[in-house]
């Protein structure tokens, strides 16, 4: 059963408490100078006290083909606060983390969260450092925390970051999945950490997966009431009526066990074919995470042998030789090359896209295609 629980007509910010009253009119509450950040988080307030049956949000473009406006019914918002509250046994008071980039579902639960529960949320605008002690107090316990990949790969290199990063009690990965070194540094840690899968069509996570402790596991286990299956593809096809009026098709590719959790295997969108040879590009990505250091990603371009031959992109050189060894002749990239940055997403997730069309760009202009030490320059 769901945690019983009305949202409440009074918010906490940063320990300072507001009623609705401080969203309805023409002055507007301290907090809302500190920043722009601080002010869409008022106009996110000020829209959950109107009288509106529905939220609007924005997907990350990862369901459908681009990022698009929802309007995310009430009730099934705070049936995905109850699920967050009861996996983790939240409750009035505890002290919340908002910290995520703007627009999306993930922010805009945190909110949420914050009040149908009655926790206290501390603001930290967008950045790659949240816990920095600048930005946030070391004397603020917390409770709850949402943090992107890149936010903790950046907290895990400066050690006042990392200690901070131990001691939240309940700490979520959200936004895209984390790299094989980061995950195991973080499986010593003695808090609890989660990776999840959701989106905004589901009102974010509708499944977790443990990173840290010794119960840490490679699957994700659905919560309640969500009910997976596979289509033809197979992808994933999620059945949660508490959070989605309708089963959302995904892109997806997934195993399914017995137990009801599940293994993601990549994106149908993501999958190269090479050869006849159908592999899937986070795959080899999992397989790259213990020779290349930085960031890197796994893409194609046409190829009149293969049809798609396999790219491997970096940041930083890499050694070929170490990169054939961990992979399958089949698995080996044709071609590889160097960008200043890997392009992401407004997410923070790889911008696969923009990498293909920088691919083939730099194909085009090059005539007869790109060299195995051919180099681009974002």
């Known amino acids: 059963m769901l945690a019983q629980c009305q949202p409440k007509q009074t918010i906490t910010l940063d320990g300072v408490h507001y009623n609705k009253s401080h969203f309805q009119g023409e002055?507007?509450?301290?907090?809302v100078h500190q920043s722009s950040f601080h002010f869409d988080v008022y106009q996110l307030i000020?829209?959950?006290?109107?009288?509106?049956?529905?939220?609007?949000?924005?997907?990350?473009?990862?369901?459908?083909?681009?990022?698009?406006?929802?309007?995310?019914?009430?009730?099934?918002?705070?049936?995905?606060?109850?699920?967050t509250q009861d996996f983790f046994q939240l409750k009035a008071g505890d002290t919340a983390l908002l910290n995520l980039p703007l627009g999306y579902i993930a922010r805009t639960m945190v909110v949420i969260r914050a009040l149908v529960i009655g926790m206290d949320l501390h603001i930290v605008p967008c950045c790659g450092r949240p816990l920095e002690e600048a930005r946030l107090s070391p004397q603020i316990p917390l409770t709850f925390a949402s943090m992107t990949p890149l936010q903790i790969y950046n907290s895990l290199r400066h050690e006042s970051d990392?200690?901070?990063?131990?001691?939240?009690?309940?700490?979520?990965?959200?936004?895209?999945?984390?790299?094989?070194?980061?995950?195991?540094?973080?499986?010593?840690?003695?808090?609890?950490?989660?990776?999840?899968?959701?989106?905004?069509?589901?009102?974010?996570?509708?499944?977790?997966?443990?990173?840290?402790?010794?119960?840490?596991?490679?699957?994700?286990?659905?919560?309640?009431?969500?009910?997976?299956?596979?289509?033809?593809?197979?992808?994933?096809?999620?059945?949660?009526?508490?959070?989605?009026?309708?089963?959302?098709?995904?892109?997806?590719?997934?195993?399914?066990?017995?137990?009801?959790?599940?293994?993601?295997?990549?994106?149908?969108?993501?999958?190269?074919?090479?050869?006849?040879?159908?592999?899937?590009?986070?795959?080899?990505?999992?397989?790259?995470?213990?020779?290349?250091?930085?960031?890197?990603?796994?893409?194609?371009?046409?190829?009149?042998?293969?049809?798609?031959?396999?790219?491997?992109?970096?940041?930083?050189?890499?050694?070929?030789?170490l990169v054939n060894q961990c992979l399958p002749a089949y698995y080996r990239p044709k071609k590889v090359i160097q960008l200043d940055e890997i392009p992401l997403t407004k997410t923070e997730k790889i911008n696969r896209g923009l990498i293909k069309q920088l691919l083939h760009n730099a194909t085009l202009e090059n005539g007869n295609g790109l060299n195995a030490d051919s180099y681009l320059k974002n």
């Not at 609007?56 to 049936?79: C, F, Q, W, Y």
């Not at 059945?239 to 959790?261: C, H, M, R, W, Y």
């Open 162 to 321: 990392k200690a901070r990063l131990a001691t939240i009690k309940n700490l979520i990965v959200v936004g895209g999945p984390i790299d094989a070194k980061t995950e195991k540094i973080l499986r010593t840690f003695p808090n609890n950490i989660y990776s999840t899968y959701g989106m905004a069509e589901t009102l974010t996570h509708i499944a977790f997966r443990r990173i840290s402790g010794s119960h840490a596991s490679d699957r994700y286990m659905p919560l309640e009431q969500v009910f997976l299956s596979l289509n033809s593809a197979g992808a994933l096809v999620i059945n949660a009526p508490l959070v989605a009026a309708q089963p959302v098709s995904t892109k997806d590719l997934a195993e399914i066990f017995a137990d009801g959790s599940f293994k993601l295997l990549g994106r149908i969108d993501n999958v190269i074919n090479s050869g006849g040879i159908k592999v899937s590009a986070e795959y080899i990505e999992g397989l790259l995470q213990p020779v290349i250091e930085g960031m890197f990603a796994i893409s194609s371009i046409a190829d009149p042998k293969f049809g798609q031959a396999i790219v491997l992109v970096t940041e930083k050189e890499v050694n070929i030789r």
């Open 46 to 83: 000020k829209a959950w006290f109107s009288d509106s049956p529905t939220i609007e949000i924005l997907t990350s473009g990862s369901t459908s083909n681009s990022p698009k406006a929802l309007h995310a019914d009430r009730t099934m918002m705070v049936n995905s606060v109850k699920y």
């Open 27 to 31: 002055k507007l509450p301290d907090f």
